[in-house]
């Protein structure tokens, strides 16, 4: 990864921090609207060239539940994970998502890092694990359409 796009991860990871325990502080949270606002993020929807092969591979590799109707519910109050979910844009000139050519990157939280990485190696995935970062472990993979999948062990308080 680019020293520029590191910079920017931690700045936005940074910012966010801030703002959560800002917003805390300031007893912030949960105030504004109650009727007519975003709660979170309900999915990430993609094209794949082969869906069915794509939710298998998700399945047997990565270890998700895919359910009959192709995809997969990921609750957000599971032991060890975060409490929230970040949401960020990139510039359209970035190179954060290479090697891939897709214009998304999915994001998975995963308790931990190490013995998730090892199973993937195991079953002949790329591993690409990333230098400590103040947020957390970090390690990347590409799935079989070429998206680029970041794996993160967020830091425990």
């Known amino acids: 990864m680019k020293t520029k796009n590191l910079g ?3 700045v936005a990871a ?3 921090c801030q703002a959560t325990a800002f917003a805390k502080e300031a007893g912030m949270t949960g105030s504004g609207p109650t009727v007519g606002r975003i709660t979170g993020v309900g999915g990430v929807f993609f094209k794949s060239r082969d ?3 794509l ?4 399945r ?3 270890g998700i539940e895919v359910k009959a109707w192709g995809g997969a519910t990921l609750a957000y109050d599971a032991p060890g994970h975060p409490p929230v979910m970040v949401w960020a844009p990139f510039p359209e000139n970035t190179d954060h998502m290479q ?3 897709r214009d998304l990157m999915i994001n998975f939280a995963v308790d931990d890092l190490d013995a998730f990485a090892a199973r993937l190696a195991a079953k002949g995935v790329t591993v690409h694990e990333q ?3 103040p947020n957390g472990k970090f390690a990347w993979i590409l799935d079989p359409d070429g ?3 970041e794996l993160w062990q967020p830091n425990r308080p």
Not at 55 to 58: C, E, I, T, V
């Open 8 to 10: 920017v991860l931690v």
């Open 14 to 16: 940074a910012i966010l």
């Open 51 to 53: 869906p069915a092969a």
């Open 55 to 58: 939710a298998a591979w998700y």
């Open 60 to 62: 047997d590799v990565m």
């Open 99 to 101: 090697p891939s050519t």
């Open 131 to 133: 230098p400590a970062d």
């Open 147 to 149: 998206t680029k999948i």
